[in-house]
Structures are given as structure tokens and as C-alpha cells.
């Protein structure tokens, strides 16, 4: 097969590229919002629990080409789709992406990553589609890996002091719920919870496209 026609139709020539659509309409808008608080030529590293398909990390890593990123994800259909787009985009600020359950206790993670020794975490529609353990780990392992003054930056919809909006987003936790009981849209109160034990503070909530929300979490 021609090179040409592999560069034109990547997808199509290379399946274990996954595609969730989702992640193509919103990793512009989250870009934006890293750009408030990371310079574009930011030289830290950063950790993405549950990269999913990988198009996220991608995305970030074309625009801050000085810092380094981690993906992981706990599921191997999603490995090998970091994998496959780090490849064809020829990224060198991309580590191989790592097997992380969140719900696991750092120390026992086969990839050995040392205490306070990363500059951001990042995670993405993961705490409402999976058990509330992993939000839990979540917070346990950005107490544990941040650097001082790091940050945690989480993304998707959320509940505020009970109150979720708007009907779409009730609609969807429901839905949610029906999968799986131990699935939900999370509230940022509960969230806030797992952070103060961890020494993180909330210090930014941005509203972002389709009732979604950023939070900008920070280690003190
Ligand atoms: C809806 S996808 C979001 C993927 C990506 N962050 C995005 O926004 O496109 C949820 C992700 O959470 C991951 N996940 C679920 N449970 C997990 C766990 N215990 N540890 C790590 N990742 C988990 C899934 O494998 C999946 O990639």
C-alpha cells in the first residue's frame, strides 16, 4: 500500500487508531483552557489517567512539544490506540502509554512512578462512566505524584452541591445509572472531599461546551 494513501487514511489503514468522536469535538476546547495555565513552551511532565483513545494526548502533545506526557489507560484496546496514534504522528513527547488501574495503590503500579515528580495530572470522562473508587484513586494518586503547586485538571459534566443541570445532563446521569448503579455524575462538594484529604484545592471551575466543566485542582 502506498505511503500516500496511508498518510491520507490513516483510520482506515490502521484500526488499532480508535476514534471516539466525543474526543475529537472537545480536545480544542480543553486545549484552550490548558493554555490559561500552562505556557505553550511548558517543560514538565504530565500524567493522563484514562486516556482513552488516545486523541486527547495527542492533541496536547502537538501544542506543548517541550513537555513530556504519560498517557495509561486500564483497558489494552486503548494502549494500543495511544500507541498507534504516538506512531503515526510521530510524536517523541509521548511516552509508551502505561497500564494504570486508578483504583490500585501507586506503589504497586508495574510502571514505577516516583512520588511528586509530575507537573500536571490530567483525566477526562472517566469519574462518571466507572465505580466511585475511581475517583478515589484519582485524588490519592495526584496527592501522592503532584509536584507542590501541581495541577490536577479534570473534564466532563458535574453535579454542584446536588444540584445537576441541566436536563440533558440528568438525563444522561440516569442513563449512566441504568449501565451501571455504580456509575453517576459526580459532584464537585463529594470530589472536594477526596481533594482536601489529599492537599488539593479547587481553584478554577470553567464552563465548557455541552454542560460540561474543567476544574482546575491544585496541590498546596
Ligand atoms: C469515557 S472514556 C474517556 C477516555 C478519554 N479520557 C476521553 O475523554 O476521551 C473512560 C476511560 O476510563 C477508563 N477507565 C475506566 N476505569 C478505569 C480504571 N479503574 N483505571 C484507569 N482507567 C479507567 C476506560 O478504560 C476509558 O478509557
Redesign the pocket.
Request: net charge negative; charged share 10%; aromatic share 0%.
Given at each position: 500500500m502506498s505511503p500516500i494513501f496511508k498518510n491520507i487514511f490513516p483510520r482506515y489503514f490502521n484500526l488499532k487508531m480508535l476514534q471516539?468522536p466525543?474526543?475529537d469535538n472537545n480536545k480544542a476546547p480543553i486545549l484552550d483552557v490548558l493554555c490559561k495555565y500552562l505556557p505553550q513552551d511548558f517543560q514538565g511532565v504530565c500524567l493522563e489517567?484514562?486516556?482513552?483513545?488516545g486523541?486527547?494526548v495527542i492533541h496536547f502533545a502537538q501544542y506543548f512539544k517541550q513537555a513530556t506526557f504519560q498517557p495509561s489507560?486500564?483497558?489494552q484496546a486503548?494502549i494500543k490506540s495511544i500507541s498507534a496514534y504516538t506512531a503515526h504522528h510521530g510524536l517523541s513527547n509521548v511516552k509508551p502509554p502505561i497500564t494504570?488501574?486508578?483504583?490500585t495503590p501507586v506503589t504497586s503500579w508495574s510502571e514505577k512512578i516516583s512520588p511528586a515528580t509530575c507537573d500536571v495530572i490530567y483525566n477526562?470522562?472517566?469519574v462518571h462512566?466507572?465505580p466511585w473508587e475511581?475517583a478515589i484513586g484519582l485524588f490519592d494518586t495526584a496527592g501522592i505524584l503532584l509536584k507542590p503547586n501541581g495541577f490536577l485538571i479534570t473534564y466532563g459534566p458535574y453535579a454542584e452541591d446536588g444540584i445537576l443541570e441541566p436536563e440533558s445532563n440528568i438525563r444522561f446521569d440516569k442513563s449512566l445509572k441504568a449501565r451501571d448503579p455504580s456509575w453517576g455524575v459526580r459532584d464537585i462538594k463529594d470530589l472536594t472531599i477526596l481533594a482536601d484529604k489529599n492537599g488539593i484545592k479547587l481553584i478554577d471551575k470553567i464552563a465548557m461546551p455541552a454542560n460540561n466543566k474543567t476544574l482546575i485542582w491544585k496541590k498546596v
Open positions: 471516539a466525543a474526543a489517567i484514562a486516556s482513552g483513545t486523541q486527547h489507560d486500564i483497558d486503548n494504570i488501574d486508578i483504583t477526562a470522562n472517566m462512566i466507572s475511581t
